[in-house]
């Protein structure tokens, strides 16, 4: 099989940053993948499915140079990159949900990161028990009850509470209030402590289960559900420094230019100077260049991970029986048009890294331009093992795609429809509604005053031309309203929220010599660096209003990097 190699960004919102040359030999990437040979019988296949939290589409060293990930390009080399891999809610607990039960958020119902329940749902690995696998989860659930208590479906459950801490004494509020600051492990229903850094101690709890505790007569799936790369991230000690010297880049669009926000809805303009925009992430000064320093360290943690658990494989004769796929939850902006983090229907929100490796039956050193959904993999989990897919899940199975059975070019792709529904803890992003249908992307916000959008990816993949008043793409327009209207109708015929279909962008004109639009309220005005930066995240009390009046934080969270932070976390240089 002739390989590939990675240039610039491709159109339809493919990445097309350079490779090295390691990685691929010149091949168009718009060519089909040779099918794979017929398979011989066989023994029912194993997964590892790797999953990490806010990794960024591009953040992979085959993709950047600058990164140093030689484990997960291993995997390219040998596998196959599908750049076009998207999720239908770009936010943690709900993709998460998304991925376990093959249902949208509509559906499932866990629409923000808040606690929700997960009665009714049936997690995927269920089904692959009754079919005889041994599953495992080991690492961050954050879906649903803020709980870690073991979930049906896994033979094996190692989790933690929330969104777990980097080191066992962390300082993270999350982790002061659930009542400590060292976080403990519920490993198959015991409390255990947390002893070294995250990354590490999972894979080490991973390694354990396939050499010794599985039942190795039967075919297994392990579900490694990794905290890196979220924020705030610590790399390892040894990683510590690993990207001192690095000048990372960020979009161009991050500028604040008139022609950046030529045709941009308001909000997106008004979340520069919050929690979630390029000027005042995170609420600190702290440059995007110096904090993904920190970002990518805590990849390179990661990337070890990958390749104690590619070399157990190989070693074990494991490789050629075993699907491994490296992901995403969602994506992450880094100064994207102003943007940082999630929630948005922009594409470095909705795309995520994927990576499929198994030699043999994935091609090798291939790039396919097939959109696969995070909405898929639950269906394509069961196809490959046999298992008929259940009623309620709302996907198609990507397997055809993934073994190059049925070629790119030829992959009948369904509507890409996402949803965000608005948060109370982070309103700078309002509901977001979208769909993209071949390469028109269009994208409609509820509940706030401003303009929809519509982008033509083939030609604009950077999403900077917004073509919603254009004339030429009227129909176009009319046509993805109906469209996204109609697909996000729960199973019942309903909406999540309840809305009437939009058919024109409403009375939003103003006049232009009239008021401006109103200031901010004055509290919300402060100096960056702030240690109470959290606090308005957590649930109002008398503690943390007693606080308050004191003039102190209820929970303090110094600025990542900082020697308060350091110290809470234990870390020395």
């Not at 953040?59 to 140079?65: K, R, S």
């Not at 777990?164 to 015991?190: C, R």
């Not at 909406?495 to 004109?509: K, L, Q, W």
């Not at 308005?536 to 020697?563: I, M, T, W, Y």
Request: aromatic share 12%; proline share 7%.
């Amino acid at each position: 099989m002739k390989r590939l190699r990675l240039y610039g960004l491709l159109a339809a919102g493919m990445v097309l940053a350079t490779c090295p040359a390691t990685l691929l030999s010149a091949r168009p990437a718009q060519k089909a993948a040779s099918p794979a040979k017929a398979e011989p019988a066989r023994k029912p296949r194993n997964v590892v499915f790797i999953l990490l939290d806010d990794l960024r589409y591009d953040g992979m060293g085959f993709l950047q140079p600058e990164l140093r990930t030689p484990n997960i390009d291993r995997l390219a080399r040998g596998g196959t990159y599908f750049p076009n891999t998207v999720v239908t809610s770009s936010l943690c607990s709900p993709s998460r949900a998304t991925i376990l039960t093959g249902e949208t958020a509509r559906n499932h119902g866990i629409v923000d990161n808040a606690n929700s329940s997960e009665a009714g749902l049936t997690f995927f690995p269920s089904y692959l028990q009754k079919a005889g696998y041994q599953t495992a989860f080991i690492g961050k659930w954050h879906m649903g009850n803020d709980v870690d208590t073991p979930r049906p479906g896994f033979n094996k459950w190692v989790s933690f509470r929330g969104q777990g801490s980097y080191y066992p004494a962390s300082g993270d509020p999350d982790a002061a209030v659930q009542g400590g600051e060292t976080t403990m492990w519920n490993v198959d229903g015991k409390k255990v402590a947390q002893q070294g850094y995250i990354t590490d101690e999972l894979t080490d709890y991973a390694m354990n289960w396939l050499e010794k505790e599985r039942d190795k007569s039967k075919p297994f799936f392990l579900y490694l559900s990794h905290k890196a790369v979220h924020s705030d991230p610590l790399p390892p000690p040894r990683y510590r420094h690993l990207y001192d010297r690095t000048d990372f880049k960020i979009p161009a669009s991050a500028a604040n230019t008139p022609e950046n926000y030529k045709g941009k809805p308001m909000w997106v303009y008004n979340q520069r100077n919050t929690w979630h925009g390029i000027d005042f992430f995170f609420n600190t000064d702290m440059k995007m260049t110096e904090y993904l320093r920190y970002y990518y360290g805590a990849l390179a943690a990661v990337d070890d991970s990958v390749g104690r658990i590619a070399d157990y494989l190989k070693a074990n004769g494991l490789e050629k029986d075993t699907l491994v796929v490296f992901t995403a939850d969602n994506g992450f902006q880094i100064g994207d048009h102003g943007l940082i983090d999630k929630r948005t229907a922009y594409q470095a929100s909705v795309r995520v890294p994927m990576v499929m490796y198994e030699p043999g039956t994935v091609p090798a050193g291939v790039v396919n331009t097939g959109r696969i959904r995070n909405l898929d993999y639950a269906p394509t989990f069961l196809d490959l093992a046999g298992v008929e897919k259940p009623a309620q899940f709302e996907g198609v199975s990507a397997w055809p795609l993934i073994t190059g059975k049925v070629a790119d070019k030829d992959w009948k792709a369904p509507d890409f429809t996402y949803e965000y529904y608005w948060e109370w803890a982070y309103p700078m992003t309002p509901g977001t509604f979208a769909i993209q249908r071949d390469n028109l992307k269009y994208i409609q916000y509820y509940g706030v005053y401003d303009t929809d959008e519509l982008y033509d990816l083939a030609r604009d993949p950077d999403e900077m031309h917004n073509l919603i008043d254009d004339p030429a793409y009227l129909q176009a327009k009319v046509d993805l309203r109906k469209a996204l209207y109609q697909q996000l109708a729960n199973r019942d015929g309903r909406h999540a929220i309840p809305y009437g279909e939009r058919n024109a962008i409403g009375s939003v004109r103003r006049n232009r010599a009239g008021t401006g639009a109103a200031p901010f309220p004055d509290s919300w005005l402060v100096e960056p660096n702030r240690v109470d930066r959290k606090d308005n995240v957590l649930p109002d009390s008398v503690a943390k209003q007693r606080a308050h009046d004191e003039g102190k934080a209820f929970v303090r969270f110094p600025v990542l990097g900082s020697p308060e932070a350091n110290e809470n976390a234990g870390i020395k240089d």
